[in-house]
């Protein structure tokens, strides 16, 4: 697709030192030329919630099919309007920030930026711009602080960077340009998550019956007195998580402070995200007081889950930790299992946790009406079958090779939307900043732009925060 690049006629150097040379006749001026920031706030906290992302930008927060957990009161929070630039002042180095389409609220710790003229910008090629790895790096160079998960990138920084402004026309035929590619792209990414649905499904389907019935079809059953667990084999038993297992739940902030010791947190998006917890992933740096270490740092068999979530669908998802993890505890939201090895196979209980019968078990005794919640009493009193250890073994044994083609066919797959997207940044980015001419492009019958498909660029999971907690609200 690359091969049909065409260029500019002529070019000049960029102000901006990351970019590339630019097109000689588009203007590049500082945000403050076209912007000022404006803080405006709420005195109801009912105006429409958005969420700034850096994959979708600014949406509606009610369109997002992810878990996000809500503050107690939205009063106070800043107000914006179609066109303002809106910033996650601590997570613009991860490009969280955009252009906003709606009027709405957003976290009274976000920078808000109106422009002065509505003409001067397509907000949809701002959008894009602001997004790019070019202005991302820009985002990092300006930024103040000391870890660089803690950045922090105030107006006054904001505003110093220069924005490249091609003539409108030429934004207009960008931003149509670009939407029509997104749509073929969003397209191929509907139909690999379907795909991984459906390989999913199938996955669940096999452990729902290997931890309920185990591996013999003619075994002998009984009724284990639990109606999500209806029948189970004969010889095995019913027990309590609070038997095998010691149960934890844990109070760990993300905040850094002095008089604390460092450590790597594994989050609520870690777990919720990941089947395995390992030491080589990109976890979140933070600081934990030696008492906190000591109880909650990730050993060789813990299982996690999430305890609250808005949707009863996302309690007690389960992760399982391979082995010892000496630089990375449990943090809040978070149930922390730790199995008794002579009564349970680690394996197995997740393996369990995460079978269908058992989460609706969670689903039903998570409490809650926007926010659903398992206590530790709730986690302790929950059942699930439980075959000898030998069994155990066996049953996680045979999961892990029925279920390895299916887990490779999965990984493929998102090795190819992985793939798609890198494709995607790199296509806005020489678009957007002049590398790529596309202002003779016309749109074929199949360059059909429908914004229900365009749902599918954004990570399903995008976004999953607490708000007032990540965003540097206290």
Known sequence: MMAETKRYPA???????????????????????????????????????????????????????????????YVGSKLCRPGDIVINTLWAWMAALGTSKHAGIVSPA?????????????????????????????????????????LRLYPNQFLDIPLL????????????????????????????????????????????QAVIRGLDNAVMLKYSGNEWLGEIPEHWDVVLLKHITDVRFSGVDKHSHGHELPIRLCNYTDVYKNNCITSEMDLMRATATSAEISRFTLRSGDVIITKDSESPDDIAVPAWVPEDIPDVICAYHLGLLRPIRERVCSEFLFYSIGSAHIAEQFHVLATGVTRFALSKNDVKNAVIPLPPVAEQQAICSWIADECKPLDEAIQRAKDEIGLIHEYRNRLIADVVIGQMYVC?????????????ILVALGDEQEGMVEEGKDDGEG
Request: glycine residues 4%; charged residues 25%; proline residues 6%.
């Open 165 to 208: 402004q091609p003539p409108r026309a030429e934004q207009d035929q960008i931003v149509a340009y670009l939407r029509a590619k997104d749509a073929h792209i969003a397209h191929f990414i509907k139909t690999r998550r379907d795909l991984i649905a459906l390989l999913t499904e199938q996955k669940q389907c096999i452990i729902d």
């Open 11 to 73: 070019y000049r150097a960029a102000r901006m030192r990351w970019l590339p040379p630019v097109p000689e006749h588009w203007n590049e001026q500082r945000a403050k030329t076209f912007f000022h920031e404006v803080d405006e706030r709420s005195k109801t906290g009912h105006e429409e919630l958005l969420s700034v992302s850096h994959i979708t930008g600014v949406t509606p927060r009610s369109q997002k099919n992810v878990t996000m957990f809500k503050a107690a009161s």
């Open 440 to 452: 003779d492009w016309q749109p074929n019958s199949d360059d059909v732009v429908n914004d229900e």
């Open 110 to 150: 976000y920078g808000v930026y109106r422009p002065h003229s509505a003409d001067s910008f397509n907000p949809v090629y701002l959008d894009y711009l602001l997004r790019t790895r070019v202005y991302v790096a820009e985002y990092i160079g300006r930024s103040t602080g000391i870890q660089s998960s803690r």
